[in-house]
């Protein structure tokens, strides 16, 4: 699967569910919130995840530069792109492909420390979410501590458009439809999810 | 053990006795101090004169010279241009220690480069040294701190030197300390040659133009009042001054101009630094210094800045590193201190861990070739038990 390769950034610290990765801030055009990311474990096998956030450290040079009066805008230049403040992409992970297959289970291993990470194509979300039945719906469901409605709504939004560009335009109201489905019993979360996927497509929630 | 606390605190009352004391003798020589340099602020001509004879006749001497500027100058902030440049090196070192299983020593020098008004962020390079084994070494010992000290010194000299080349001017290059050598304690052979090469790179980025200035944050020297305690001395008595014995001491140069720089922001008469033990004083490269207050209304804070003599022919130019440092000092205005500089420190310093590998890449190196290696001292080994402390410490 060597379809994209835009490095997003490279692995921190990982477990089977989640993992998170560091970059610069003068790599930070790629990531997206919502985007769907790859990281290969070994020649067979690919981990899938979401990033479901992002962070921008701190440290003390920067709270006194944010309190100063005076800032030159190259200074604001170095402790942006020369100074080692990484950004920090959590990732939640929700499937894996083995060979041709593609799985949204959670992968046999986390990823290992320093591996990298590259942003999937189109062709790539296209194919993850088209895989099977929205079963790594439930990966995001069920990540309580996460955004959960802004975080299916922004990959809901970039998979419409994979989808739409590849001519599948039924893609969004099945993913919609399941959705419903898998949350009939949670009206809180529910009402949070349709709430984000009006902001996307108000014609089909109406 | 911890402190003795009863001890301690038993002591305090005769040793803020002791401070009442000292600090009203001192108040009433530097207000004595004062009144002389107040009214000797027009006649620098007469002082200069009085002080160059001395330094020809004193067999060691170390003080202030004003130059043409009046001893009360007091100069606001001039205006910045849009576009300079400005650098800073500095460097930090693994001291070699007899503690170690393997003796070796590594200078480590950040240099970092700021087009100002380009909105580009600055360059910046490092460069890490492992010190030849055979300059560790000085009749059979470890050299000491000093010798390590000059190594630092010279890459960070060379350094700016080296990245220097090609910068659009008016270029200003910061290091932290002072800009002349101090060769005080150091008797080690071979200083003499990187002397010399330090004063060569300061020669050669003179040639560029590169204005070289030396940052002291709270300067604690005294060249004025040595100035005026030699020149308190009779005329025929001077040839035999002896610094131990002036009689203004304990007066620092930022204390007494603390009564002149009330603004903030304003700098002061720049001066030359005489010293009988410095044999490039003659020259374009002798120090000079002014002091800048980089404080705020109400609450000064003078630092000092050295700079090369041939500057001083340039009212343009100090007028530049007038403005550029306070703007520097204002980046990081909660501990006034300059930006350029931190950095370049940042870039420079050790860490902890970058020691522990730079010992274990040698340690595979030895072993690779064979080498024993030699074993830690138990005092340090306890040591490293005990805390994660630096091995040199």
Same mark, same amino acid.
């Given at each position: 699967?060597?379809?994209?390769?835009?490095?997003?950034?490279?692995?921190?610290?990982?477990?089977?569910?989640q993992?998170v990765?560091?970059?610069?801030?003068?790599?930070?055009?790629?990531?997206?919130?919502?985007?769907?990311?790859?990281?290969?474990?070994?020649?067979?096998i690919?981990?899938?995840?979401?990033?479901a956030?992002?962070?921008?450290?701190?440290?003390?040079?920067?709270?006194?530069?944010?309190?100063?009066?005076?800032?030159?805008?190259?200074?604001?230049?170095?402790?942006? /792109?020369?100074?080692?403040?990484?950004?920090?992409?959590s990732?939640?992970?929700?499937?894996?492909? *083995?060979?041709?297959?593609?799985? @949204?289970?959670?992968?046999?291993?986390?990823?290992?420390?320093?591996?990298?990470?590259?942003?999937?194509?189109?062709? *790539?979300?296209?194919?993850?979410?088209?895989?099977?039945?929205?079963? /790594?719906?439930?990966?995001?469901?069920?990540?309580?501590?996460?955004?959960?409605?802004?975080?299916? &709504?922004? @990959?809901?939004?970039?998979?419409?458009?994979?989808?739409?560009?590849?001519?599948n335009?039924?893609?969004?109201? *099945?993913?919609?439809? *399941?959705?419903?489905?898998?949350?009939?019993?949670? @009206?809180?979360?529910?009402?949070?999810?349709?709430? &984000?996927?009006?902001?996307?497509?108000?014609?089909?929630?109406? | 053990?911890?402190?003795?606390?009863?001890?301690?605190?038993q002591?305090?009352?005769?040793?803020?006795?002791?401070?009442?004391?000292?600090?009203a003798?001192?108040?009433?020589?530097?207000?004595e101090?004062?009144?002389?340099?107040?009214?000797?602020?027009?006649?620098?001509?007469?002082l200069?004169?009085?002080?160059?004879?001395?330094?020809?006749?004193?067999?060691?001497?170390w003080?202030?010279?004003?130059?043409?500027?009046? =001893?009360?100058?007091?100069?606001?902030?001039?205006?910045?241009?849009?576009?300079?440049?400005?650098?800073?090196?500095? %460097?930090?070192?693994?001291?070699?220690?007899?503690?170690?299983?393997?003796?070796?020593?590594?200078v480590?020098?950040?240099?970092?480069?700021?087009?100002?008004?380009?909105?580009?962020?600055?360059?910046?390079?490092?460069?890490?040294?492992?010190?030849?084994? %055979?300059e560790?070494?000085?009749?059979?010992?470890?050299?000491?701190?000093?010798?390590?000290?000059?190594?630092r010194?010279?890459?960070?000299?060379l350094?700016?030197?080296?990245?220097?080349?090609?910068?659009?001017?008016?270029?200003?290059? =910061?290091?932290?300390?002072?800009?002349?050598?101090?060769?005080?304690?150091?008797?080690?052979?071979?200083?003499?040659?990187?002397?010399?090469?330090?004063?060569?790179?300061y020669k050669?980025?003179?040639?560029?133009?590169?204005?070289?200035?030396g940052?002291?944050?709270?300067?604690?020297?005294?060249? =004025?009042?040595?100035?005026?305690?030699?020149?308190?001395?009779? $005329?025929?008595?001077?040839?035999?001054?002896?610094?131990?014995?002036?009689?203004?001491?304990?007066?620092?140069?930022?204390?007494?101009?603390?009564?002149?720089?009330?603004?903030?922001?304003?700098?002061?008469?720049?001066?030359?630094?005489?010293?009988?033990?410095?044999?490039?004083?003659?020259?374009?490269?002798a120090?000079?210094?002014?002091?800048l207050?980089?404080?705020?209304?109400?609450?000064?804070?003078?630092?000092?800045?050295?700079?090369?003599?041939?500057?001083?022919?340039? $009212?343009?130019?100090?007028?530049?590193?007038?403005?550029?440092?306070?703007?520097?000092?204002?980046?990081?205005?909660?501990?006034?201190?300059?930006?350029?500089?931190h950095?370049?420190?940042?870039?420079?310093?050790?860490?902890?861990?970058e020691?522990?590998?730079?010992?274990?890449?040698?340690m595979e190196?030895?072993?690779? $070739?064979?080498?024993?290696l030699g074993?830690?001292?138990?005092?340090q080994?306890?040591?490293?038990?005990?805390?994660?402390?630096?091995?040199?410490?």
């Open positions: 699967m060597n379809e994209s390769k835009i490095t997003i950034g490279k692995l921190l610290r990982a477990d089977n569910a993992f990765a560091g970059c610069r801030v003068s790599e930070l055009d790629a990531p997206a919130f919502g985007a769907l990311v790859r990281v290969e474990l070994n020649e067979k690919d981990v899938y995840g979401l990033i956030n992002i962070s921008i450290a701190d440290d003390g040079l920067v709270r006194q530069l944010v309190s100063g009066v005076s800032l030159p805008p190259e200074y604001g230049a170095d402790n942006r /792109y020369n100074r080692n403040l990484p950004v920090e992409i990732v939640l992970t929700v499937g894996y492909r *083995e060979e041709l297959a593609i799985y @949204h289970l959670l992968p046999p291993r986390p990823p290992l420390s320093l591996d990298t990470i590259y942003l999937c194509s189109p062709a *790539e979300l296209v194919r993850f979410t088209s895989s099977g039945r929205f079963g /790594y719906f439930r990966h995001i469901l069920r990540a309580f501590t996460l955004p959960v409605g802004e975080l299916l &709504a922004a @990959h809901l939004k970039q998979a419409q458009t994979a989808h739409l560009a590849a001519g335009a039924q893609w969004f109201g *099945e993913a919609a439809r *399941e959705l419903i489905t898998l949350l009939r019993d949670d @009206h809180t979360t529910l009402t949070n999810v349709l709430g &984000a996927l009006a902001n996307i497509d108000p014609d089909w929630v109406a | 053990m911890p402190v003795n606390f009863v001890q301690v605190k002591a305090l009352a005769a040793y803020t006795q002791q401070v009442k004391t000292h600090t003798q001192q108040s009433s020589l530097e207000n101090l004062w009144q002389v340099f107040e009214s000797s602020s027009t006649q620098v001509v007469k200069r004169a009085e002080i160059r004879h001395a330094a020809e006749q004193a067999r060691r001497l003080c202030a010279c004003p130059t043409d500027e009046p =001893l009360l100058t007091h100069r606001p902030c001039p205006s910045l241009p849009p576009n300079y440049t400005i650098m800073a090196a500095d %460097g930090s070192q693994i001291q070699p220690s007899r503690h170690k299983a393997l003796p070796y020593c590594v480590n020098v950040g240099v970092i480069t700021a087009r100002m008004g380009s909105s580009e962020a600055p360059d910046t390079h490092m460069h890490s040294r492992l010190v030849d084994y %055979g560790l070494f000085e009749d059979g010992m470890l050299v000491n701190e000093d010798m390590v000290s000059l190594w010194d010279h890459a960070e000299r350094a700016l030197l080296e990245h220097a080349a090609d910068l659009q001017s008016p270029v200003i290059a =910061l290091t932290d300390g002072l800009l002349g050598l101090y060769m005080g304690s150091r008797t080690n052979q071979q200083i003499p040659p990187l002397a010399n090469e330090i004063y060569a790179a050669a980025l003179a040639e560029q133009g590169v204005m070289c200035a940052y002291i944050d709270k300067p604690g020297s005294d060249l =004025l009042g040595r100035m005026f305690s030699l020149l308190a001395l009779p $005329e025929n008595e001077r040839a035999g001054y002896d610094s131990k014995t002036r009689y203004y001491k304990g007066i620092s140069d930022a204390a007494l101009l603390q009564n002149v720089l009330t603004e903030p922001g304003e700098r002061s008469a720049v001066f030359e630094v005489i010293s009988t033990q410095d044999r490039k004083s003659e020259n374009d490269l120090v000079h210094f002014f002091y207050n980089i404080g705020t209304k109400g609450a000064p804070y003078l630092v000092k800045v050295e700079i090369p003599g041939w500057m001083v022919r340039f $009212e343009e130019r100090i007028n530049l590193l007038h403005a550029a440092i306070l703007r520097e000092t204002r980046v990081l205005d909660l501990h006034p201190y300059p930006y350029i500089l950095r370049a420190h940042e870039l420079a310093v050790i860490q902890l861990n020691h522990e590998e730079v010992e274990r890449l040698l190196a030895y072993s690779t $070739e064979g080498i024993p074993m830690q001292s138990n005092k080994a306890n040591k490293m038990i005990t805390g994660r402390e630096r091995p040199d410490e």
